[in-house]
């Protein structure tokens, strides 16, 4: 039944109309890397070279790896440098604390999709996350490894209890809001939401359960939508009522059903929903699965959309507060791990300091250290030889071979066919079935949020827009860093883009597909234009002014964002569960790691593949210990 996802990614000076996004902090360092990478504003994540050489290889590109000479030896090479990849470096020192470790990332910043946003708003750093957004639900979904490795780390869950201010948008009135674009609706409105306090920022599609004062609000909010009086009629039923559509079935033969038709195909047929009505709902889903509720089953999609109050179908845990967020998101948990791998790379030892901690960006890649992590460079070619392993990666256009007892791929499990010689066919299948998704991520860093609370929201829903949801960040304080205090203060606000392909009949691997090369064709331009246009339509009424009040915008594209999660529309439950497990066989002295061995797009995901990986290589090596004594 339903996953509730949360969490979910050397930019140049571009000049728009009005605002400077320059690089900056982007002085470069002595190789000309950035100095440091999370102050680059404009086009991040996946940023413009970063994939580069990849896409050469997927395209037919072939490095011959004989045609150079080994240049370099260690015990464990590492592809990917995300939470995966770092962890499975933690994981292996634990075990191997002699090992040397070579770690290879194709961007110029470490942590993957946990990537960390700075902005500089008139002399006040303020932080915003690019990726990875929380540490979800911690008491109940993180194994004991993945608990045990942010507690080691210094990561006590408890101090964001008091961190995270839950009510602070609460004190000032805020709550959720959806714009109706002219466009599509004829008129341009903001209609606000139901103030329901003590809920929690950014999740303004919480299902709240029956109430009848509530229900009441719901529906005269719903009388303001700019639509016919048929859908908002159907709109509001969908959100109220009680009503089981399934009646007369036990919960099994309900979610047989729920298993095998997408949301959109259970409101048209069990509650008469028009295409004014599914369009209205088209993008809710989104921020969680990155496609539009054609595309995914009606099980999944409770929890975000309504028409499930009378379903009866019972939860499958409790709910854990939405309050685990360091202000750069789990970025902080990938620079503690390199800050453990990699003594003198940045100062301090807490969580709290973390947040202010300058990297040595030079110091990540040391001759003679221990662990070294090396960036913008792209694995091309990977294989076993012999009792080694052996990596070709590309760095300043230059092919250099390396050779490891054991290589751990913890890049995107989408690519090891191409790169990874040996790969048995089905296996190769398997991975190439981890189609993962795109979105894009962008953080506006304003001067102030005298706007936003003017009008009286913290959360916009853009049904028909091209960011399906804005949002004021997570008022998150800790250590010496201070979230915004009053509307006067700088702020991120957070906006999201989708490229989903509604009304196609294309199934989500196939809508990730054509998200992916359609995220690539965008320019920052084209993202900065929608964003001053939304922005200014929705914020103008409050006082906003785009080339006064912003201050910063960085897009954390991600064509390949989140981990591919099978859903039962797609994806037969006996026939994934057995791809999964030969997914991420081991081929040789190669283990694979990363969420994508693990199919589910979250950071515990991502520490438990790594933990698994390293455990096969110490088996193997505990074999091959045997046959020699034997």
Known sequence: MAIERRDFLNGAAIAITGISVAARAATPGADGAPANPPALEGLRGSAPGSFTVAHGVRDGKVYDLDSVPVAEAYDLIIVGGGISGLSAAYFHRQLFPQDTILILDNHDDFGGHARRNEFDV????????????????????????????????????????????????????????????????????????????????????????PDAQSDAATRAMIDQFPMSDRAKSLIAELETSTRDPLAGKTVKEKRAILDHISYEHYIRQYWGATDEVVAYYQQRLEGLWAVGIDALSASQSFGSVPGSRGLKLGREHDEEPYIYHFPDGNASIARMLVRRLVPGSAPGSTMEDILFARFDYAALDRAGAPVRLRLQSTAVKVRNAGAHTEVGYVRDGKLVRARARNTVLACYNMMIPYILDGVPAAQAAALRMNVKAPLVYVNVAQRNWRAWAKLGIDTIRNPAGMFSSMMLDFPVSLGNYHFARTPDDPIVAHLMFVPISPGKGLDMRAQFRAGHARIYAMSFGDFERGIRDEMTRILGPGGFDFDRDVAGITVNRWPHGYAYTADPLWDDPAVQAERVRVARLPVGGVTIANSDAGWDAYTNVAIDEAHRAIGEIAAMRRGAAATKAG
């Open 122 to 209: 008139d002399g006040k750093t303020i932080l915003g996350y690019g990726g990875t957004q929380s540490i979800d639900s911690p008491r109940t979904r993180y194994s004991a490894v993945a608990s045990n490795l942010l507690r080691d780390l210094g990561i006590e869950i408890d101090k964001f209890a008091t961190a995270y201010d839950q009510g602070f948008y609460d004190r000032y009135g805020l709550g959720s809001a959806t714009f109706f674009k002219k466009e599509v609706y004829g008129v341009d409105r903001l209609v606000p939401g139901i103030r329901r306090r003590g809920g929690t920022v950014g999740d303004p599609d919480a299902q709240a359960p």
